[in-house]
């Protein structure tokens, strides 16, 4: 079996007419166990309770998906399910059985989060680091498994460079994506890190963090030439250069002439940056 992409959906999975899928149609809860090293580690108290009394009134409309795992079988999607069945005392739950491989469980169970459990930002870069490492994938490919762009792929997968203080706040929702991307581009870790806790009190919006980002680097420049025009229109730029390029930009403009100096991470950050620079 093959896992066709995030655009094709999780439906075939759930074909109950599919070769692979074993007879039984229901197991007890002590023959099922939560994967590990799928992406979502955080799970709303809240959320579960509110599944669990829709299951309670309407049933569980949609199995588990389980593959065989020793004695026992392994949840590949649906672990949500599995605990608000917990929570309500059910012996048996509705599942599918598949013989799927650890690859496959991987790419489902975080296709299935970032389709229908909105996956916070560090655990959405966290599930494409452990493809990547895991089972040797490129951005491109992680890209493809998932039905994102390589750039999107990218810039999820440069989170995980924000010190571990900056990453908790954003696994704990006090920073949006949008905070933390624009974090990146300030270099000195001490003005980083005030600035994401002023974030995170609501002091500061994106465009805040950018403006400061922009001023430590015009401060970090080279002192500029006497006939160099201080223009507000190359500050501004540069700051939306690195709103929509998601990445640290230097505009110098002296006599009739200027330089634009864009900043990549990796191989595949600067094929993606070459691909939307040169797109029509």
């Not at 049933?59 to 020793?70: N, S």
């Not at 560090?122 to 490129?138: C, V, W």
Request: aromatic content about 4%; charged content about 30%.
């Amino acid at each position: 079996m093959t896992i066709g992409g995030l655009g094709s959906g999780l439906d075939f999975l759930y074909d109950e007419n599919a070769a692979d899928v074993q007879v039984k149609k229901t197991l007890r809860l002590s023959e099922l166990e939560p994967n590990r090293d799928q992406p979502r580690k955080i799970f709303s108290e809240e959320a579960i309770a509110a599944l669990a009394d829709s299951i309670q009134r309407y049933g569980m409309l949609q199995p588990i998906l389980v593959r065989p795992y020793g004695l026992n079988y392994q949840i590949v999607a649906g672990e949500r399910r599995w605990r608000a069945a917990r929570m309500l005392g059910l012996d048996e739950v509705p599942v599918i059985i598949r013989e799927i491989s650890d690859e496959e469980t991987m790419e489902i169970a975080l296709i299935e989060n970032l389709q229908r459990e909105n996956l916070n930002p560090l655990e959405e870069a966290e599930g494409y680091e452990q493809l990547m490492e895991r089972f040797e994938m490129t951005q491109e490919d992680v890209a493809k498994c998932v039905g994102k762009s390589r750039s999107a792929v990218a810039n999820s997968l440069r989170l995980l460079k924000l010190p571990k203080e900056i990453r908790e706040l954003v696994q704990g929702a006090a920073l949006s994506a949008g905070h933390a991307r624009a974090l990146l581009a300030i270099r000195d870790p001490a003005l980083q890190m005030d600035t994401a806790k002023r974030a995170a009190d609501g002091k500061l919006t994106v465009r805040d963090i950018e403006k400061i980002a922009a001023a430590e680097a015009q401060t970090a420049q080279p002192e500029k030439p006497a006939d160099a025009m201080p223009d507000s229109y190359f500050t501004e730029m540069q700051i939306s250069l690195e709103s929509r390029l998601a990445r640290r930009v230097s505009v110098t403009y002296g006599k009739n002439k200027g330089s634009l100096v864009l900043e990549f991470y990796d191989k595949d950050d600067l094929a993606a940056l070459a691909q939307k620079l040169t797109r029509e």
